[in-house]
């Protein structure tokens, strides 16, 4: 009996203590940040936008970088109030087409349910048909998480 009481015990102070709380507990405690990612697209043209569909503000930073993490476009912290939008654009075209994504951190969220990501890659191919080169116009748009 007295062992049974001493398990008891011991299961209350874990569950006080927060030990086995789940993960969106821990993330509404305050002081959380999460990072979201869209996958890896080759483009020539890169446009990342966020949509903050929580009910407060949360501080985003957008960096639009290539696959080998250098920086293709470097976003600033920008605070989006419930319902804002920000965004970060790449030059159109860029110099040489290459792979790149959207890189979004958040402040004030752990919830990445928070938050909505996609990207638009534009790229223009040109085929040749007999003397004639023909301009194509290809457009992508992917959603991060």
């Known amino acids: 009996m007295k ?3 001493m398990w008891l015990a ?3 102070l874990i569950i006080a203590s927060g030990a086995i709380a789940p993960q969106g507990a821990l993330a509404k405690r305050g002081g959380s940040s999460a990072t979201l990612y869209t996958g890896d697209v080759h483009g020539g043209g890169f446009h990342c936008n966020v949509v903050n569909v929580s009910n407060k503000d949360l501080v985003v930073t957008i960096s639009i970088l290539s696959s080998d993490g ?3 476009a470097a976003g600033t912290a920008t605070t989006i109030s419930s319902g804002g939008v920000a965004s970060t654009d790449s030059a159109d075209p860029l110099p040489a087409p ?3 994504f959207c890189q ?3 402040l004030g969220t752990g919830d ?3 938050l909505r990501v996609t990207m638009v ?3 223009i191919r040109t085929f040749e048909f007999g003397a004639q080169t023909i301009p194509v116009y290809v457009t992508k748009t992917l959603v991060g998480n």
């Open 112 to 114: 990445t349910e928070d």
């Open 70 to 72: 250098s920086t293709i």
């Open 104 to 106: 979004v951190q958040v």
């Open 10 to 12: 011991g299961v209350g």
């Open 98 to 100: 290459t792979d790149g």
């Open 121 to 123: 890659v534009n790229l």
């Open 3 to 5: 062992g049974r009481w």
